[in-house]
């Protein structure tokens, strides 16, 4: 049961992780587990709260990433020599330490307790001040050492003085010269001597152009030079070697107290980072206490755009253990129970809560079950998935867990789901926790009207919008809206009664205050099966009712005129009191003929036609309007 992926506090703490730097930090935070010491998450608390304090006033600490010189440690205590990239990697570390106990020390200002971690870091001083003299962009600086300096000094005179040997034989055998500039070739100065004239220069071919034609030759006014340079650049080397072994040396001398650091420096990390989310999620500390009490004002989902949550107002242990949230689907009780939870378990790793005010008690566990557990590999059903995860948590429960339950006794047959429902329900009452639980079941609601130490609750819809309001209402019981909503979207009267009668009987439909006058379900236009056409004509129905007839409409039973004939379809047209309708045939009765009502001759106009179309249509017969278009109504 992966219980931080059911109610996301997975995604917490990757929130949280994104707010540190050194890998010893994110490893705490991917580890974390609850804390189960009043004492010791009070200490953790405070230090969130120490933490975001100091950002606010002083600003983000100056830490950064030490993984590297954990690696770099080891090497100098194995004694292999560091090369300057590593040494300047140490003294990076080094100032940022030094830069991060001035952070602290400021911190002492305002008497916060993190400003006293100060005194557990160890610059190095002397350390940092070494290599910061010696070991300058990558390499060894040339005032490491009087005898480094002096060397590279011999080095540049000596590669001066070829260079300028070089050049005087260019100048000299000018008309032997492939090119006007010397150039190194395998690292040896050399001049680009025309391949016809090679007799001509004192010197060794070193390498030769592509064509051929050019040879690259060292001049032998140079080459006594190459064993002089050869000498002063091993000295050079041996004495950088000298001076980065001594470097290793003092950074494996005080390899103890750089791991003291760097542990220092992940533990600050931590907490600061803690610091960070609190402000990111504009969270607070919570009060803690053991007395199973959960108070939360203006609770938020910690994921959630603060700015379109609904905060929510919760709680639990005061006089009820138990709370059955009932709602229409989409309501937000699903997201209400993992708001409570993930806020709990949050002050539980030391977090501050996303909440106004909070009470949370400390807890033992948290146990949920939420979600379609299906599993095709293990041939798990819904149900199944929810019975096995439901007896797991009821093995584990005492009267110090908290426990969130979501649809409870759903996947079955629903008589049956129901009496498990209640049947866990009351496990869960008799164990003494504290616990949450979503339903539908009228029967469950009636079971926490009755059963001491549970009460109901429901999240809020709102009837005119369709909408949910994501607000929960402690000591009501909600409903589904099931009907409601049916209603309000077009289902036919007929249907809606149908449904009423089979789910609670016919006095529930006479209870029932339909939204509309009754209509037929509209059929769109789907593809059909083609069918042989059937040898049998149609019965001409054009002649069963005239225009004029009194009829009556089922299944209300409302009276009409016909004002159009049957058509082919079997659709007649039908004036009611304040409409017009068109009907099938079959749903029509013959009340009074047309021609017991009104006289042989009898305008229908009159009662068909509005007074505009009436005028109209005089003025068209009396050719007073050359073209007008008639439009029925």
């Known amino acids: 049961m992966n219980i931080e992926k059911q109610i996301e506090f997975d995604k917490i703490k990757q929130l949280w992780m994104d707010l540190t730097l050194t890998d010893g930090a994110k490893e705490k935070i991917q580890e974390i587990t609850i804390c189960l010491s009043e004492g010791a998450l009070k200490k953790q608390l405070k230090d969130t709260t120490d933490g975001r304090f100091m950002i606010e006033k002083l600003g983000t600490p100056p830490l950064q990433n030490v993984a590297e010189v954990k690696d770099i440690l080891m090497i100098a205590e ?45 610059a190095a001083e002397e350390l940092h001040s070494e290599i910061y003299q010696q070991i300058r962009n990558g390499a060894v600086d040339d005032c490491a050492s009087k005898e480094l300096k002096q060397t590279r000094l011999q080095i540049i005179k000596c590669e001066e003085q070829m ?10 055998y000018k008309d032997c010269m492939a090119d006007h500039y010397c150039t190194i070739r395998n690292g040896r100065i050399c001049v680009p001597v025309k391949k016809e004239c090679k007799s001509k220069i004192a010197g060794s071919v070193i390498d030769k152009s592509a064509t051929g034609s050019t040879l690259f030759m060292e001049p032998a006014s140079v080459s006594q030079f190459y064993e002089e340079l050869q000498m002063l650049k091993i000295s050079e080397e041996n004495e950088v070697y000298r001076i980065l072994y001594t470097l290793t040396a003092m950074v494996a001398e005080t390899a103890d ?36 009490r959960i108070v939360l ?8 755009n603060q700015l379109i949550s609904v905060p929510l107002q919760f709680e639990i242990g005061v006089k009820n253990r138990g709370i059955i949230i009932t709602g229409p689907n989409t309501g937000g009780k699903t997201v209400a129970i993992k708001t409570v939870m993930l806020n ?57 867990s908290f426990v969130i339950m979501d649809e409870l006794g759903s996947g ?53 919008t369709l909408r949910p309001t994501y607000q929960m209402v402690i000591g009501e019981a909600g409903e589904s809206c099931a009907f409601y909503i049916a209603d309000r979207l077009g289902m036919p009267n007929e249907m809606l009664k149908t449904a009423l009668r089979a789910a609670y009987g016919e006095e529930a439909v006479c209870a029932y205050h339909f939204q509309k006058e009754d209509t037929t379900l509209e059929k769109k236009n ?92 005089h003025n068209m017969e009396r050719k007073y309007i050359e073209e007008i278009i008639y439009q029925e109504e």
């Open 78 to 122: 194995k004694g292999d020599c560091l090369t300057p990239y590593q040494l300047e990697r140490v003294e990076t570390v080094l100032t940022a330490i030094r830069r991060l106990k001035e952070y602290l020390e400021r911190g002492k200002m305002y008497h916060n307790s993190l400003g006293f971690y100060e005194e557990n870091l160890n």
């Open 163 to 172: 260079k300028q040997k070089a050049e005087q034989i260019m100048r000299s």
């Open 257 to 292: 107290l750089m791991n003291e650091n760097i542990r220092m420096i992940e533990k600050l990390d931590f907490i600061f980072s803690k610091g960070k989310l609190s402000i990111d999620l504009d969270a607070v500390e919570p009060v803690l206490n053991t007395e199973h």
């Open 297 to 304: 004002k203006d609770a938020r989902h910690p994921l959630m």
């Open 344 to 400: 709990c378990i949050m002050a539980q790793c030391g977090l501050h809560v996303t909440c106004k005010k909070a009470d949370i008690c400390m807890n033992s566990a948290f146990l949920c079950d939420i979600g379609d557990g299906q599993n095709i590999a293990e041939n798990l059903s819904t149900f199944s998935a929810h019975i096995k995860n439901v007896l797991e948590v009821l093995s584990e429960v005492n009267k110090d």
């Open 412 to 464: 079955t047959d629903p008589a049956e789901g129901m009496g498990i429902a209640i049947a866990i329900l009351e496990e869960l009452r008799k164990s003494g926790a504290n616990f949450l639980a979503t339903t539908h079941y009228p029967e469950v609601k009636e079971y926490a009207d009755k059963t001491p130490d549970i009460i109901n609750a429901r999240m809020t819809f709102d009837k005119e």
């Open 526 to 617: 789907t593809n059909k099966l083609p069918k042989l056409k059937k040898t049998t004509t149609k019965p001409d129905l054009s002649s069963k009712y005239q225009i004029g007839d009194s009829v009556i409409i089922y299944p209300d039973k409302k009276i009409g005129i016909v004002c159009k004939t049957v058509d082919e379809k079997g659709i007649l047209r039908v004036q009611l009191p304040n409409k017009k309708i068109w009907i099938n045939h079959k749903r029509v009765k013959l009340h009074i003929a047309a021609t017991k009502l009104y006289p042989k001759d009898y305008d229908f106009s009159i009662l068909f036609d509005s007074v505009i179309n009436r005028k109209l249509r």
